[in-house]
């Protein structure tokens, strides 16, 4: 059993940053990859970014690649998400999730712990 909690949500102003945290336990995090999901109002679930286990690889979706950035601190049994340049597109609840294996997935049925979500709002 995996329990993971992501926080750091919140208002802000388009151009604007934030950094979300996923804090992990149950599990050895550090054997694990982890990947960040958003879903919007009546869309589905898309994926984000991930970072395999060891924190060497990371994949971005296209629409976040060059603003926003993925980490993770094995030592700290978390993973990050630095949010740069917001839009309002980027308006969505936000989930981390756990994937095993040494390949980095995009597909969300391929993760198998979730957390609750936490909620970002781009607006002005």
């Known amino acids: 059993q995996v329990q993971l909690q992501e926080s750091g949500g919140g208002l802000v102003r388009p151009g604007g940053s934030l950094r979300l945290s996923c804090a992990a336990s149950?599990?050895?995090?550090?054997?694990?990859?982890m990947g960040w999901f958003r879903q919007a109002p009546r869309k589905e679930r898309e994926f984000v970014a991930a970072?395999?286990?060891?924190?060497?690889?990371?994949y971005y979706a296209d629409s976040v690649k060059g603003r926003f950035t993925i980490s993770r601190d094995n030592a700290k049994n978390t993973v990050y998400l630095q949010m740069n340049s917001l839009k309002p597109e980027d308006t969505a609840v936000y989930y981390c999730?756990?994937?095993?294996?040494?390949?980095?997935?995009?597909?969300?049925?391929?993760?198998?712990?979730w957390g609750q979500g936490t909620q970002v709002t781009v607006s002005s």
């Open positions: 999730a756990t994937y095993v294996g040494p390949v980095i997935t995009t597909t969300p049925g391929s993760y198998d712990y």
């Open positions: 149950g599990r050895t995090f550090s054997r694990y990859g």
């Open positions: 970072i395999n286990w060891s924190g060497i690889s990371t």
